[in-house]
């Protein structure tokens, strides 16, 4: 599995002194705020990365930064962070795109990741040390369901005669066997999600599960492996030509570069079910020989950022309600000023953008950059554990990333006299919210 190149990485200001607690946030799976601890203090993270059909939107910045949020606040408390993130470079919304606009695919591909990468760089996101495109990982997750079909938890569904496109191959497509896995391990379907079956079956539909597809075992069960069809890409692989189905790749992916048990997988709400479901599903069944086996097996902790809307509906590409990042940086707009505006809601909180929200960050940036200004300079430090903004941005954080908290504090600390503590605060909310306040360089 090869990587490709992410983003450069922004400078992170270190702040010593007594950290704050350990980092709990909210893992949808158990519906409680739970440490994010490791014993051997190195922590994982995998975050689903984009589909790079379209720009990058206000949604998706927000989730990155609530991912990156947790990132910086593991390295302020210490400990190792390794972090990777896929790009579904092989998938229907993109083929779609190509055939709709006349454009190669690939070139779609790899000039929306550019367009990706230059906003996450914007907006100084701390890159993934392991970036991988799914076209990179075929070998590994070829493998994968082929060890699937093996231990009987996958199965062949043949592609009709008059299926339109035309199969190009008589191997036909590969499906999980959802019941066939929950007899094999501990995993039963909603243990991550959550969901009800009505709500499951939703969530199916609306993200392109086929439940009344002829030959299938069950409904919920997805697709692993789409066999070779006329006129879209495939790959040569353990199971024959064709591409991988979504849920796959991402289990792979992760665990082929972090190992398993991750300690947070991450993505947008909207992914809880079936995709981060059904990707733990999948890592679960490759845990060979475990009947005993759970969701906890691919990650301690499943994580979601909330949902922005615009003009009152949920952003999505899909719709065209879209605020783009690159869109208002040719604007002008200060990425600082982008930034601050989302952290400025709670990472699990559904909001509504508006301009008024990036006129009061635009203000509050200026405030907290004048006062740095006024730091003290020439005098004895405080130590960083009785530097009460500090203590207070560090608690906050660790509390669920509290980034509205957190600006809390700084804002109080904006309207503070200078004090011996405050370079320290100035390279706290670099480090932890990613905003310097005095000019790099």
């Known amino acids: 599995m090869r990587t490709v190149p992410s983003w450069p990485i922004p400078p992170v200001p270190s702040v010593t002194g007594k950290r704050g607690g350990a980092i ?4 949808s799976a158990s519906g409680q705020v739970q440490d994010t601890r490791t014993p051997d203090g190195v922590a994982t993270l995998y975050v689903c990365g984009i589909t790079p059909y379209d720009a990058t939107h206000l949604g998706h910045a927000a989730t990155y930064l609530a991912f990156d949020t947790l990132g910086r606040a593991w390295r302020d408390a210490g400990l190792e962070v390794r972090y990777a993130q896929n790009i579904t470079d092989v998938d229907d919304p993109l083929l779609e795109r190509a055939a709709k606009t006349g454009r190669n695919w690939q070139e779609i591909a790899t000039s929306q990741t550019d367009l990706f990468r230059s906003d996450m760089a914007a907006l100084r996101v701390l890159p993934p040390d392991a970036y991988v495109r799914v076209q990179d990982s075929i070998d590994e997750t070829g493998a994968a369901i082929a060890e699937l079909l093996e231990a009987g938890l996958a199965y ?3 592609v009709a005669p008059d299926a339109t496109p035309a199969a190009t191959t008589d191997l036909g497509d590969v499906y999980y066997d959802v019941a066939a896995a929950e007899a094999a391990s501990d995993w ?9 079956a009505a709500e499951m079956e939703a969530a199916f539909l609306e993200f392109g599960g086929d439940p009344d597809r002829e030959g299938k075992r069950g409904p919920f069960d997805p697709l692993l492996w789409r066999s070779a069809r ?18 796959i790749e991402c289990s792979v992916i992760a665990t082929r570069a972090l190992g398993a048990p991750i300690s947070v997988q991450g993505g947008g709400r909207d992914l809880r079910f079936p995709h981060h479901e059904l990707s ?5 069944s490759l845990v060979a020989g475990d009947e005993h086996a759970t969701a906890t097996d691919f990650a301690r902790t499943y994580a979601h950022a909330g949902l922005i ?11 065209g309600n879209l605020v783009l990042v690159s869109r208002l940086t040719a604007a002008g707009v200060d990425p600082m000023a982008i930034r601050l505006a989302m952290l400025s809601h709670h990472y699990r909180s559904d909001w509504e953008w508006t301009d008024e929200e990036l006129d009061r960050a635009g203000t509050r940036l200026q405030r907290w950059r004048d006062r740095a200004a006024q730091a003290a300079a020439g005098t004895l430090a405080i130590a960083p554990e009785r530097n009460a903004f500090v203590v207070r941005m560090r608690n906050a954080i660790a509390d669920d990333l509290d980034t509205p908290s957190v600006i809390g504090a700084v804002d109080d600390w904006a309207s503070s006299a200078p004090n011996d503590g405050d370079h ?14 005095i000019a790099e360089g």
């Open 424 to 437: 320290d605060v100035i390279a706290l909310v670099d480090a932890l919210l990613g905003v310097p306040l």
């Open 230 to 247: 006329s006129g879209e890409p495939a790959f040569e692989s353990a199971v024959g030509l064709g591409r991988p189905g979504w849920h």
């Open 309 to 319: 809307a615009y003009e009152g509906t949920k952003m999505s590409k899909s719709l």
């Open 188 to 196: 039963t379907m909603g243990d991550v999600s959550g969901y009800t």
């Open 156 to 158: 062949r569904v043949s």
């Open 24 to 27: 709990r946030v909210f893992d």
């Open 280 to 284: 733990a599903a999948h890592a679960v």
